[in-house]
């Protein structure tokens, strides 16, 4: 199969044109480079089953051959990073999603939106499913990435319904693993890299707010049963795992062994208070589900980070 990987060069895109290659694919990797780092995919540079483009795919896309699938990941997906480009996140999640769902109707390729469980907003609803419809603030500064992620999925379900494109769309859960930049803001990384420093730990509010955490390669098993799928609905991947930051904090310091110690900052605005996968609906549909616990996934991450 050819596949279309749009945001290849991030964090989960980098990991997933490792593993479509793994599996006999050839892999276009497109991105932009603007969270993603050419270094996640500096190894596969050479391989023959693999190009790189660097294109921006708010802007049209002009693709030279044929793909079987498009997979479409390009989009900031740390909240400072979409808090630093508010617009271009917009864009990348309308535009660009109209642009990657073109290709896939001219080359009548089978579609894959990463969405996220930030469709669902600020949860009254815990844990969350897919028939949740959310509780989403669109003029607060995270609508940004929530309202372009809530369009995607519209406009995905719109491809498919009207022009009969097969599209799947993944609700991915908070991811971590390999890869993360050191400094993209998110929880685990900040964390690991304050931790292996023995720098203060910011947690953030009372630390009482709670998120589920999902190893990156039980992350990437599960797109690719849905991937290969048949099913059309929006699919929750993730680990339901609850716990709170204050919870991940202590964990992270233990297994770094770290003098760190816990400092509050304030809680940014419209922070999700709950997060918890309903992953019925994965097991169920997809025979899916995460393998990966936290100790052995953060020690993993931990490794990577030391090096
Ligand atoms: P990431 O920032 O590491 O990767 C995103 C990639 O998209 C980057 O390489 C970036 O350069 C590229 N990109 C952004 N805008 C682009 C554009 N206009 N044109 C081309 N490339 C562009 O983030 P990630 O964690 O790997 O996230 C990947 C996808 O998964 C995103 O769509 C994100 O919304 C979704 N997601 C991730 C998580 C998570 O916990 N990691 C959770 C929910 C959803
Ligand atoms: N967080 C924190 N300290 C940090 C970074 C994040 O306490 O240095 C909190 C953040 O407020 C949120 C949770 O950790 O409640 C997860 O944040 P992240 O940015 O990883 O992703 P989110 O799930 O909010 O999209």
């Known amino acids: 199969?050819?596949?279309?990987?749009?945001?290849?060069?991030?964090?989960?895109?980098?990991?997933?044109?490792?593993?479509?290659?793994?599996?006999?694919?050839?892999?276009?990797?497109?991105?932009?480079?603007?969270?993603?780092?050419?270094?996640?995919?500096?190894?596969?540079?050479?391989?023959?089953?693999?190009?790189?483009?660097?294109?921006?795919?708010?802007?049209?896309?002009?693709?030279?051959?044929?793909?079987?699938?498009?997979?479409?990941?390009?989009?900031?997906?740390?909240?400072?990073?979409?808090?630093?480009?508010?617009?271009?996140t917009l864009k990348v999640g309308s535009l660009g999603t109209h642009n990657a769902l073109g290709v896939a109707k001219k080359c009548k390729a089978k579609f894959l939106l990463a969405s996220t469980s930030e469709v669902y907003g600020d949860p009254l609803v815990n844990p969350q499913p897919e028939s949740y419809w959310g509780n989403v603030n669109c003029t607060g500064p995270r609508g940004v990435y929530d309202e372009a992620k809530r369009f995607a999925e519209a406009i995905t379900l719109a491809y498919h319904r009207t022009h009969g494109i097969n599209t799947k769309i993944v609700r991915i859960f908070n991811t971590y693993g390999p890869r993360m930049r050191k400094h993209d803001g998110r929880v685990i990384p900040a964390f690991i890299d304050q931790a292996l420093n023995n720098k203060p730990i910011t947690v953030y509010g009372d630390g009482l707010q709670t998120r589920?955490?999902?190893?990156?390669?039980?992350?990437?098993?599960?797109?690719?049963?849905?991937?290969?799928?048949?099913?059309?609905?929006?699919v929750n991947i993730g680990n339901p795992n609850e716990m709170t930051v204050l919870e991940l904090a202590k964990r992270i310091i233990k297994l770094t062994r770290s003098k760190s110690k816990v400092i509050y900052k304030p809680l940014p605005a419209d922070d999700?208070?709950?997060?918890?996968?309903?992953?019925?609906?994965?097991?169920?549909?997809?025979?899916?589900?995460?393998?990966?616990?936290?100790?052995?996934?953060?020690?993993?991450?931990?490794?990577?980070?030391?090096?």
């Open 1 to 88: 199969m050819k596949v279309l990987i749009t945001g290849g060069a991030g964090f989960i895109g980098s990991h997933l044109c490792d593993f479509l290659i793994k599996k006999g694919n050839y892999v276009i990797c497109m991105d932009n480079l603007i969270t993603g780092k050419k270094d996640n995919i500096k190894h596969l540079l050479k391989n023959k089953h693999f190009k790189f483009i660097k294109h921006d795919v708010a802007e049209h896309i002009r693709l030279k051959e044929k793909v079987n699938y498009v997979l479409h990941f390009a989009s900031p997906a740390s909240p400072i990073d979409y808090l630093k480009y508010p617009i271009k």
């Open 272 to 307: 999700p208070k709950v997060r918890k996968p309903d992953i019925a609906k994965a097991k169920v549909e997809l025979k899916w589900q995460p393998e990966i616990n936290l100790q052995t996934g953060l020690t993993k991450t931990i490794g990577w980070f030391s090096d």
């Open 212 to 234: 589920s955490f999902c190893y990156v390669s039980d992350m990437i098993n599960g797109i690719y049963k849905l991937m290969n799928s048949r099913f059309n609905d929006p």
